[in-house]
């Protein structure tokens, strides 16, 4: 392994020790190397499980391996692990290929609570580590509240809020792959599985029916993905953020709050904030705060710079809470 590239884990692997808690349920991020001194290397812990994400132009599957041995002399109650190799030839390498061990883990425990996982259904780990700090937030200020999760993935987001003793949540993606995996979490956890809270449609419509139906709920979480086009309508976050927001504000109810996440590199914070900003002007929306990433994901030795400046958020992925009034 390069001299450089073992120093960088062993202080990612010394500033972590204690994040996976004392039965080793937690999930967190090991080794950032966008941040940590290794742009082609990022690595989680899920349980205790392993995950290597691969960023090489050439994949060297041999210095993952040793990768992988190296890091489970520091973390040896690891019993397996997998790699993601993202410009891998096949759909299998990318989703992830076991690199030891027999079964990767299918839940993990975050603020208490249950989380399924598939960390090989997707080309990332089913689970987004850096929304952390927006679960705990959830937990905190949802109770009694009714709630739609827009663009939800497998729902952690909703999780959390049913965590927080929400009244209702509603789950939407036009995967239902994605939300069945949201149902085993309610499932660990004991919450009730209403079909009709699982909408595994396109965002657009499902909307429009909203607005058309006047359902109101009191928090809306937009947290789509960077880019993506249906027959139904476009997503770009880097380019029109407002228009997704202003496709959702007529479903909250007067005093409700709206939960906006970009995680778009290339916009700037300031950029996404001018945005925001110009969206309160009218009075109807107000920034209430804004929810940093957690600082391990980050990394705590830092020698790389974001490809954007993020201030004032502390990470490209954005979270803002917004305040809503109705006229």
Request: aromatic share 10%.
């Amino acid at each position: 392994m390069d001299s450089y590239l073992r120093s960088r884990l062993d202080l990612s692997i010394a500033s972590r020790q204690t994040l996976s808690g004392l039965s080793h349920e937690e999930a967190f991020r090991l080794f950032n190397g966008f941040y940590e001194g290794w742009p082609d290397l990022v690595v989680d812990v899920y349980g205790r499980t392993l995950v290597i994400h691969d960023y090489a132009e050439g994949p060297d599957p041999n210095a993952i391996r040793e990768i992988a041995e190296h890091i489970k002399i520091a973390y040896d109650w690891l019993h397996a692990g997998l790699v993601k190799t993202r410009n891998g030839l096949t759909q299998d390498e990318k989703r992830g290929i076991l690199l030891f061990g027999e079964k990767p883990d299918r839940k993990i425990r975050e603020h208490g609570i249950w989380y399924a996982l598939d960390l090989t259904m997707n080309r990332d780990a089913s689970f987004y580590l850096d929304t952390s700090n927006l679960r705990k937030w959830l937990i905190e200020n949802m109770r009694g509240q009714t709630v739609l999760n827009t663009f939800a993935y497998t729902g952690s987001l909703g999780v959390a809020a049913l965590a927080g003793e929400a009244e209702q949540v509603v789950q939407t993606d036009l995967n239902r792959q994605f939300l069945n995996l949201a149902k085993d979490s309610y499932s660990l956890n004991g919450f009730p599985i209403r079909k009709q809270d699982f909408l595994g449609q396109d965002f657009f419509p499902v909307i429009a029916r909203f607005k058309g139906n006047k359902q109101l709920f009191d928090c809306v979480i937009i947290d789509p993905p960077f880019f993506s086009s249906t027959s139904r309508g476009k997503v770009d976050l880097e380019h029109e953020s407002e228009r997704l927001i202003n496709k959702v504000r007529p479903l909250i109810k007067d005093g409700g709050v709206l939960i906006s996440i970009n995680n778009a590199v290339f916009l700037s914070g300031g950029e996404y904030m001018q945005s925001l900003e110009h969206l309160c002007k009218d009075g109807y929306l107000n920034i209430r705060e804004l929810i940093p990433v957690p600082e391990e994901f980050i990394g705590f030795e830092r020698v790389g710079k974001p490809i954007t400046d993020p201030a004032p958020f502390n990470h490209s992925t954005k979270i803002a809470v917004l305040d809503v009034k109705r006229k």
